[in-house]
Every structure is written in structure tokens, then in C-alpha cells.
């Protein structure tokens, strides 16, 4: 069986584009190195938030397939590698798994096929590192015998005003031709393409997007800090800010960021930046302010505490909202672990209610879980607001009989401390 597309790589970013795909009326099929992952699509499960699995149960009936077969990806005219660009052990990028799939594709490559790189990586990646690997895997020549392309995905889990279709794209290429065939292949499913003049100018675009809002969120961290020190309302002077119709783009304060962007992809500049000689200053002095943000809540939450004569051995406190941002279920990277961590390092004894998160842990040691955000409030001295989920009511929050230190700047009421 040929296919019209084979997704390499399916979590939150391959899996999204597999169903646009698929809903477009593409023949699909997906290789995941997960055998769990591949099993539970199959049997029509998802495992990626914001993809149901009665959206699962179409692809399949639409012909959908997963496998760990990497040599499905020759049967296909694309593939699109959406495989994950983490970090390694030592801070710095980790391209494994773009390698290791590159080669996988390499071994199936046909003249005339189109791959293209999804993965958020720095400048030069397409180029540099899957290029070589494609053609020496193949003895086929990018840009002659096979397209090469590069394009960034800007899914926003959570987002229920934009998805992948009315998203414009940044599509490109190794050459013009491979960058048309990348155009004719994502304008199947998705609106409006936007063509770079080529992979390192879309592969630095999705990471100066991402860079601006990491430096944008630290400096509204550093004003909070600022405002925390001289008693200035920050929750105020952002409101007021706000109000300007232009020049000024709002961002909120909080314990810090997490997901698998925000908080790495700066990491992946930096590091390019470092390898050409170049430091990146606005990188540096963005990474310093948020990575002081979960202590700086921890600090106000033991403060909190204090003022209510509870040493923080005697105390609980629960953390709302262990995802990353609101109403999803991902907690990668989390500012909810250091904030457990830093409390849980003074003695205070912690546990967190969020309806998205089955089970959470930091520093290696899971949180009790609290099931009901009743129960959560009436069995904690404080309650800190990481994440304002839509499904919490205010009300509940804000009548609980325990504190609440709200890192959001939502609520008010006479037990409400805002960050
Ligand atoms: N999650 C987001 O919101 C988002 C948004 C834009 C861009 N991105 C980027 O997209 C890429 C993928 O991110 P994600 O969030 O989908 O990751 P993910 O962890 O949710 O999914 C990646 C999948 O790839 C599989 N995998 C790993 N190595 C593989 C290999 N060699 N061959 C086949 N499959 C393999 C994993 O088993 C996993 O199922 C990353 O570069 C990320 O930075 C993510």
C-alpha cells in the first residue's frame, strides 16, 4: 500500500497534523518508536491532549495506521519528521532523535519524495545535519532526486480559535523547487503558506517566536519583581499597560515556564549562538530572571505561612494547575516541580489538585494527588494558583477557608494574595 503522507514522530505535533491530514482526505499512515504509543492509536486511543480519541477512531476508519515499522516511510510521497528536539543531560541541545529518524527515512528514500523537518531546531539543522544523513543513507541528492524542506509547527495546545488549518505556515526548502513541493503538500490542509527564502530563515523564525515571548515573560517577571519589592500593584500597572491599542503586546507574570517550547527552544539558539562565537545577551539575562521565579513564589508562599504562625514543617499547601499552561494535560517542564521542590526543601508538605494531570512528580518523588478542588482547599493551609484552568471556579477559590496565593493575578478577596 503507497501512502499520501507518513508522520514520523506521533505526540502532540504529529498527531495533530496525522488527523488534519488524514481529515483532508490524505492517505496516512504513522511510525512512532513507541510501541505503546502505536498500539494505543491503533486500537483508537489517544494519548495527546486536545486529540480525542473518537478523532483517533476516524483516522482509522479513514485508513489511518501506526506502526514501529520505520520502513513504512518508503511507501509514502511525504514524510514529515515530528520527532522530539529535547535537551540533553547537559543543558544543550539533543538531536538524537531527529538523527536517528533522519536515518530510519534514509533507508527508504525514493527519487522524488519530499521530507520535511517539523521539529524546532537551530538554524542550520535541515541543512546540516539531515541533509547529509538523508543522502548518505540513500545515495540520493537532496534538491535533485528528492525534496527537502523545512517548516515549523506553531500548534498552540489549548487553542480553540486556531489549529493547524487557519495557522499560517512557514513552509521552505533546500531549493525553490523543494520549497514548492512543500507549498503544494501543506496547502492540502492548511490555508494560508507563508515561504521563506530558506530553511535557516524558517528555522530561525520559529525560534525567535518562541525567544520573544521566553524574554518577554521575563521581563514582565523582572517588573513583578521589581513591583514585589516597592509595593507598586504589578496585576495594576499591566492592566493599565494593556490598554495601549498599539505598540505594546501584553504578557503576565508568573512561577515560570514550562512545555516543550518555551522554556528550550531559547536553549537551541544559545547554544548556535555560543558554537559561532556570538552571545546572545537578551538569552542570557531572560534565562536568569525566569529561572528565579519558582523560588521567588516558594519565598512568598513560606512569607504567607509565617504570617499566619505556621512554621512551614506544620504546613500544607496545595498547588493548582500542575500543568504548564491552562487546560491541558501536559506538565513537561513544569515551574509546578521546582515550586514542590522548593517547599518540599523547607519541610512543608505538599500536594496538587489539577483535573488534567493523573499523576505528578518532582525531584524524582510523585505528590499526593487531591481528586476534588474542595477537598484540595479544605485540606491545606494555602493554596497557591499555578494555572488558572477554566474549570475552577472562582467562587470556590476565593470562599475556600484557606489562603490563596494566586500567581495568575485572577482572583481577589481577603484571602487572596496576588504574586
Ligand atoms: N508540543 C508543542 O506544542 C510543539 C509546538 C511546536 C513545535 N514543537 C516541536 O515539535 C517537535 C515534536 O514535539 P512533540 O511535542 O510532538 O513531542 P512528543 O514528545 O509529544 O512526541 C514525539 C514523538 O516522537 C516519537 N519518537 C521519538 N524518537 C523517534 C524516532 N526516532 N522515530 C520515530 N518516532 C520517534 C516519540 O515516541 C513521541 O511519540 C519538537 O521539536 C518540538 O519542539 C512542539
Redesign the pocket.
Known amino acids: 500500500m503507497t501512502a499520501d503522507l507518513a508522520v ?8 495533530p497534523l496525522a488527523r488534519a491530514a488524514c481529515a483532508a482526505g490524505l492517505t496516512t499512515i504513522g ?4 510501541a505503546a ?1 502505536v498500539t494505543g492509536l491503533n486500537e483508537g486511543r489517544s ?2 491532549g486536545g486529540v480525542t480519541d473518537a478523532d483517533v477512531a476516524d483516522m482509522v476508519a479513514a485508513g489511518f495506521r501506526a506502526t514501529d515499522d ?1 520502513s513504512v516511510t518508503g511507501r509514502a510521497d511525504t514524510v514529515v ?6 535537551l540533553g543531560a547537559d543543558g544543550t541541545p539533543d538531536l ?3 538523527r ?2 533522519s536515518r ?1 527515512v534514509a533507508r527508504g528514500l525514493r527519487p522524488g519524495m519530499l521530507v520535511v523537518l ?4 537551530y538554524p542550520g539543522t535541515t541543512e546540516d545535519v539531515v541533509r547529509p544523513l538523508l543522502e548518505e543513507g540513500s545515495g540520493l541528492r537532496a534538491g535533485t532526486d528528492f525534496h527537502l524542506a523545512y517548516s ?6 489549548g487553542n480553540r480559535q486556531f489549529g493547524i488549518g487557519n495557522t499560517p505556515k512557514v513552509v521552505s526548502g533546500c531549493t525553490p523547487l523543494c520549497a514548492k513541493h512543500a507549498v503544494a503538500f501543506y496547502g492540502r490542509f492548511v490555508e494560508t503558506l507563508v515561504v521563506s527564502r530558506g530553511t535557516r530563515e524558517a528555522e530561525m523564525a ?1 525560534l525567535l517566536e518562541n525567544t520573544y515571548r521566553y524574554v518577554n515573560i521575563a521581563l514582565v517577571d523582572e517588573v513583578a519583581l521589581f513591583c514585589d519589592r516597592t509595593g507598586i500593584d504589578v496585576w495594576d500597572v499591566l492592566h493599565c499597560a494593556s490598554t495601549k491599542p498599539f505598540g505594546f503586546a501584553p504578557f503576565r507574570p508568573g512561577a515560570g515556564v514550562g ?3 518555551i522554556p ?2 531559547p536553549r537551541y539558539l544559545a547554544a548556535k549562538a555560543e558554537a559561532e562565537g556570538f552571545h546572545f545577551r537578551m538569552l542570557s539575562a531572560a534565562h536568569d530572571v525566569v529561572s528565579r521565579m519558582p523560588e521567588h513564589v516558594v519565598g512568598r508562599a513560606v512569607g504567607l505561612l509565617g504570617d499566619m504562625g505556621k512554621a512551614p514543617e506544620e504546613a500544607t499547601v496545595v498547588l493548582l494547575g500542575v500543568a504548564y499552561k491552562p487546560d491541558v494535560a ?1 506538565a ?1 517542564e513544569s515551574p509546578a516541580a521546582p515550586v514542590a521542590s522548593g517547599l518540599r526543601a523547607r519541610g512543608v508538605t505538599v500536594r496538587y489538585h489539577d483535573p488534567y494531570v493523573p499523576e505528578f512528580a518532582a525531584d524524582g518523588t510523585f505528590l499526593e494527588r487531591v481528586d476534588s478542588l474542595p477537598d484540595a482547599l479544605a485540606g491545606a493551609d494555602l493554596a497557591i494558583l499555578l494555572q488558572y484552568h477554566t474549570s475552577y471556579d472562582m467562587t470556590t477559590l476565593t470562599r475556600a477557608d484557606c489562603a490563596l496565593l494566586d500567581t495568575r493575578g485572577m482572583a481577589s478577596g481577603a484571602r487572596v494574595t496576588l504574586l
Do not use: N, Q
Not at 511510525?31 to 513507541?34: E, F
Not at 519528521?81 to 529535547?86: A, D, E, F, K, S
Not at 515549523?152 to 495546545?157: F, H, L, M, Q, V
Open positions: 514520523v514522530g506521533l505526540g502532540h505535533v504529529g498527531l511510525h512512532d518508536v513507541s504509543v494519548h495527546v520505520a519528521i515530528c520527532v522530539p528536539t529535547g538524537g532523535a531527529v536517528a529518524a530510519a517539523e521539529s524546532t531546531s515549523p509547527e506553531r500548534i498552540d495546545p520559529k512545555g516543550h517550547c528550550v527552544d501536559d513537561r
